[in-house]
């Protein structure tokens, strides 16, 4: 585009209240479409046949290709969304990712370094830090503690995981697909599950912990022991 279209297209965006903060770090491909009352960061790159809703606040460094932005969704910094769609009210990352058909409900939060991919994520459902979701569908008002991951691939193919509505997941927890977690279990934290959970469950799978008295000394070398 040279720089006299650029010009008239940012000068549309201005038109219908569009506030791009840096235009000159900002890149919005003429196929994107940008609705009323969005604000733009510096370092944002919108491509291809995207779609921002109105009152949407994109923040610095954000990637948007093919990809549907809800609502008063705001973006924050560093996130990566591709092929994927979010709904109104969400709130992404900071440095989250989104890929492959992925489509996030409305009022659900997503926290940094989360990569989510093909997956179903639903309304009002929190996911915390550090987290991969994979060939999953998520019901309403799921929360998933930071650390977890779900294994979907098993060498030779992918699997699916199915977490129902109210389920609560704590920290630095695995689900080895294929996987369904009934509505309302409870996982506690640290736990490795290779089996479905029925509804309204609490369960763990942890090694047990053994204290042994007095043999730390024989793993230090302690310059000061005597």
Same mark, same amino acid.
């Given at each position: 585009?040279?720089?006299?279209?650029?010009?008239?297209?940012?000068?549309?965006?201005?038109?219908?209240?569009?506030?791009?903060?840096?235009?000159?770090?900002?890149?919005?491909?003429?196929?994107? %479409? !940008? %609705?009323?009352?969005?604000?733009?960061?510096?370092?944002?790159?919108?491509?291809?046949?995207?779609?921002?809703?109105?009152?949407?606040?994109?923040?610095?460094?954000?990637?948007?290709?093919?990809?549907?932005?809800?609502?008063?969704?705001?973006?924050? %910094?560093?996130?990566?969304?591709?092929?994927?769609?979010?709904?109104?009210?969400?709130?992404?990352?900071?440095?989250?990712?989104?890929?492959?058909?992925?489509?996030?409900?409305?009022?659900?939060? +997503?926290?940094?370094?989360? %990569?989510?991919?093909?997956?179903?994520?639903?309304?009002?459902?929190?996911?915390?830090?550090?987290?991969?979701?994979?060939?999953?569908?998520?019901?309403?008002?799921?929360?998933?503690?930071?650390?977890?991951?779900?294994?979907?691939?098993?060498? $030779?193919?992918?699997?699916?995981?199915?977490?129902?509505? $109210?389920?609560? !997941?704590?920290?630095?927890?695995?689900?080895?697909?294929? +996987?369904?977690?009934?509505?309302?279990?409870?996982?506690?934290?640290?736990?490795?599950?290779?089996?479905?959970?029925?509804?309204?469950?609490?369960?763990?799978?942890?090694? $047990?912990?053994?204290?042994?008295?007095?043999?730390?000394?024989?793993?230090?070398?302690?310059?000061?022991?005597?």
């Amino acid at each position: 585009m040279t720089k006299k279209k650029l010009k008239k297209f940012y000068r549309k965006l201005g038109k219908r209240q569009i506030l791009i903060l840096d235009p000159l770090t900002t890149y919005i491909s003429p196929e994107a %479409e !940008i %609705e009323a009352s969005v604000t733009i960061h510096p370092g944002a790159i919108i491509v291809g046949k995207s779609k921002i809703n109105s009152f949407a606040i994109i923040k610095a460094n954000v990637v948007i290709k093919n990809s549907v932005i809800g609502k008063t969704t705001v973006v924050k %910094e560093g996130c990566i969304i591709e092929n994927s769609i979010t709904g109104n009210y969400c709130d992404i990352g900071p440095i989250a990712r989104l890929k492959n058909g992925t489509i996030i409900k409305s009022g659900a939060h +997503i926290e940094s370094f989360v %990569e989510i991919e093909n997956s179903i994520i639903g309304p009002h459902t929190k996911i915390g830090q550090n987290v991969y979701i994979g060939d999953a569908k998520i019901g309403q008002n799921v929360s998933i503690g930071a650390g977890t991951k779900i294994a979907n691939q098993d060498g $030779k193919k992918r699997n699916e995981t199915i977490i129902q509505d $109210k389920v609560y !997941i704590g920290v630095n927890v695995s689900l080895v697909a294929p +996987i369904k977690i009934g509505k309302g279990a409870y996982i506690s934290a640290g736990s490795t599950i290779t089996e479905d959970v029925p509804h309204n469950n609490l369960s763990f799978a942890r090694a $047990k912990q053994t204290n042994q008295p007095h043999q730390s000394k024989k793993n230090h070398k302690q310059k000061n022991d005597p």
